[in-house]
């Protein structure tokens, strides 16, 4: 059956769900296609939205914007869908070896804006083998990402507006007031497709680097819930006992697929940092698209004005795709231009 819209939105990941979300608070028509893969990047991240990260504590790039528009954001989406979808936790980060209090020292003494999202150690879990202190990172949230991004696609498809299929590039036509998509013609078309970048033959020479992480779903008895703790590995609460163990980082690799050494680096980072038995229920892998400078790469493609990118998150999906999908969902009705910092038109090399 022949369909017509005015955008078709190409991937379901974190990034593909928020600029269809925003597309559906604007009133614009669209159809999102994807083929419902369990092993997409954004379903094996964690979904924490963390201010300060990495060993040099660095404050997350603008956070202060990100934070408040995601936390309105899925919590909108969650009374939508009548879903919980966000938890507002801390990150209770607790120092591996001397040289992590030397770092943290110097980083308070130097950085005006440590006290913003610096706390001292709220929460001493006893389980956590913590023999030389800690500091909480404060507000940070877990965003439920496989609960989002199912009930929004059971959602789309209750009105009709989702294909599961893979998307196939070589099927895409340009007609002369938009494409031509086997039975869906559109005005223009997103491509929020994450690593499946790689095979778009109008974007796939952007700046970006494929990055496999790996993590571990393990039930863990007797841990302070809904709190995230840091040593070495994160463990993320998911409900009923089960934590997110996560997760690795990978730029050179063979395959997208699990790999028992990378399990054995999480269990043996797990093992040093917990003093309880825990079970593992699930070794997951996907491949994210990282970009260098870790910022977006969004925007119009230059030649086919009826292309648009969404892309680049890398480990930062669940943070920066509300901010920016909105902000992408403004330019394509000329209400605003895109930043530069994000824009392709700034940033193709």
């Known amino acids: 059956m022949n369909q017509s819209t005015q955008f078709l939105v190409v991937g379901q990941g974190i990034g593909g769900t928020m600029v269809s979300y925003f597309l559906h608070q604007a009133g614009l028509d669209f159809v999102m296609i994807d083929p419902a893969l369990p092993s997409n990047a954004s379903r094996v991240a964690g979904g924490i939205i963390n201010p300060v990260t990495g060993k040099k504590l660095a404050r997350t790039w603008r956070i202060d914007d990100l934070h408040p528009f995601a936390l309105q954001t899925y919590q909108a989406l969650g009374t939508l869908l009548n879903k919980d979808l966000v938890l507002e936790t801390h990150v209770n980060r607790y120092f591996s070896n001397p040289e992590d209090v030397v770092k943290f020292g110097e980083q308070a003494e130097t950085q005006d804006w440590f006290n913003n999202y610096i706390l001292p150690l709220q929460v001493n879990e006893p389980a956590i083998n913590n023999t030389l202190g800690g500091f909480t990172i404060s507000p940070a949230l877990k965003i439920y990402g496989s609960v989002l991004m199912d009930s929004w696609r059971d959602y789309l498809k209750s009105t009709g507006q989702f294909i599961e299929e893979i998307f196939e590039h070589s099927q895409l036509q ?3 007031d938009g494409i031509q998509y086997k039975d869906v013609k ?3 078309v997103i491509f929020c497709e994450g690593w499946g ?3 778009n033959p109008w974007f796939k020479d952007l700046p970006f680097n494929a990055a496999k992480g790996e993590a571990l779903v393990v039930k863990i008895e007797g841990l302070i819930p809904n709190e995230v703790f840091l040593k070495g590995v994160f ?4 409900g009923d006992d089960l934590y997110y163990v996560g997760s690795t980082n990978e730029w050179v690799f063979d395959n997208d697929l699990p790999s028992e050494h990378k399990r054995a680096e999480l269990e043996r980072k797990l093992s040093k940092a917990l003093n309880l038995p825990y079970e593992v229920v699930a070794h997951k892998a996907a491949v994210r698209p990282a970009v260098k400078d870790r910022r977006p790469l969004i925007g119009q493609h230059p030649e ?9 998150l890398g480990t930062k999906g669940y943070s920066l795709s509300p901010f920016f999908a909105h902000q992408l969902v403004e330019a394509l009705q000329g209400k605003r231009a895109l930043d530069d910092e994000v824009s392709i038109t700034h940033r193709r090399p």
């Open 186 to 188: 559109a005005q223009q």
């Open 304 to 312: 086919h004005k009826h292309l648009w990118l969404f892309n680049g």
């Open 174 to 176: 340009f007609v002369n």
């Open 235 to 238: 463990l993320v609460p998911l």
């Open 197 to 199: 970048v790689r095979h």
